[in-house]
């Protein structure tokens, strides 16, 4: 059973950054591929960005293409996410998730460990 405890969530200035992480527990970190969706207000949660158990390969929406980057530290069992530049449209509550095996996945349904949430608040 995976544990997965997001961190690093706030309130800040449109064109700021943030850098939220996610610390894993209960099983082999490198077992795992890693991603982070969002969900704002009245919303569904949304893909953000993935990354393989080896970090050669992530994947990013378009919203965050350019602005967000998705990396991971297999031996302090964490993977992170650094968002650049951000908008009032990133406010939302940022979810990690984890799914067995070195493909990651867009969508939701594939994952089947998720944290709890941290919440991220871009104002203008």
């Known amino acids: 059973q995976v544990q997965l405890v997001e961190s690093g969530g706030g309130l800040v200035q449109a064109g700021g950054s943030l850098r939220l992480s996610c610390a894993a527990s209960g099983g082999t970190f490198s077992n795992y591929a890693m991603a982070w969706f969002r969900q704002a207000p009245g919303k569904e949660r949304d893909f953000v960005a993935a990354?393989?158990?080896?970090?050669?390969?992530?994947a990013y929406a378009d919203s965050v293409k350019g602005r967000g980057t998705i990396s991971r530290d297999n031996a302090k069992s964490t993977v992170y996410l650094q968002m650049n530049s951000l908008r009032p449209e990133d406010t939302a509550v940022y979810y990690c998730?984890?799914?067995?095996?070195?493909?990651?996945?867009?969508?939701?349904?594939?994952?089947?460990?998720w944290g709890q949430g941290t919440q991220v608040t871009v104002s203008s």
């Open positions: 998730a984890a799914v067995r095996g070195d493909s990651y996945y867009t969508r939701r349904s594939a994952y089947y460990y």
């Open positions: 990354i393989s158990r080896s970090s050669s390969s992530t």
